[in-house]
T-cell receptor
């Protein structure tokens, strides 16, 4: 699995877009980019994943650069309930996830 | 996505004792996993619970300490044996979604404190 690098923390004002970056410069062609988040004292929650194309669902958008060496998770209108640790994972599909330290996103009023 | 429940949600145990954690899924799933999250740390995979065969353990985790059962496609247990305070953690089970590219769904976790 490719190593990912994320900033340890980020702040965002409520109602604004939260853009969480992830670097995965050693990603291989068959590895997907997954995003999960963990709200305090809860199990991780799947957000979105992608291979090459940008993806959007009801929770977020995932923008993957053309060279696939980095990606950005976008929460279009952050709320206080989006305060959580966000994990970016590059995974080849052998069914195991390797969690790094993630980014602690603090959404403030 | 699958609905996953864990029992107990939390427990406080004495050192030297054992605790069995249950994980129940509302649908049949092929892959089930057990993770540990030590205080202030990220998640670490303990093992993959295989139905009908022995669990597959990650480096640093052994069957004698963390025996796992997987009697069917909707249920698994993890036992934390001969506990010490260093075993104080959140233990989480997860399952792989059906028809997805290895997306995993997690249970709410079991918060274990060992005194």
């Amino acid at each position: 699995d490719a190593k990912t690098t994320q900033p340890p923390s980020m702040d965002c004002a409520e109602g604004r877009a939260a853009n969480l970056p992830c670097n995965h410069s050693t990603i291989s062609g068959n590895e997907y980019v997954y995003w999960y988040r963990q709200i305090h004292s809860q199990g991780p929650q799947y957000i979105i994943h992608g291979l090459k194309n940008n993806e959007t669902n009801e929770m977020a958008s995932l923008i993957i650069t053309e060279d696939r060496k980095s990606s950005t998770l976008i929460l279009p209108h952050a709320t206080l309930r989006d305060t959580a640790v966000y994990y970016c994972i590059a995974e080849s599909g052998y069914s195991t996830l390797t969690f790094g330290k993630g980014t602690m996103l603090l959404v403030s009023p | 996505s699958a609905v996953i429940s864990q029992k107990p949600s939390r427990d406080i145990c004495q050192r030297g004792t054992s605790l069995t954690i249950q994980c129940q899924v509302d649908s049949q799933v092929t892959m089930m996993f057990w993770y540990r999250q030590q205080p202030g740390q990220s998640l670490t995979l303990i093992a993959t619970a295989n139905q009908g065969s022995e669990a597959t353990y990650e480096s640093g985790f052994v069957i004698d300490k963390f025996p796992i059962s997987r009697p069917n496609l909707t249920f698994s247990t993890l036992t934390v044996s001969n506990m010490s305070p260093e075993d104080s953690s959140i233990y989480l089970c997860s399952v792989e979604g059906q028809g997805s590219t290895d997306t995993q769904y997690f249970g709410p976790g079991t918060r274990l404190t060992v005194l």
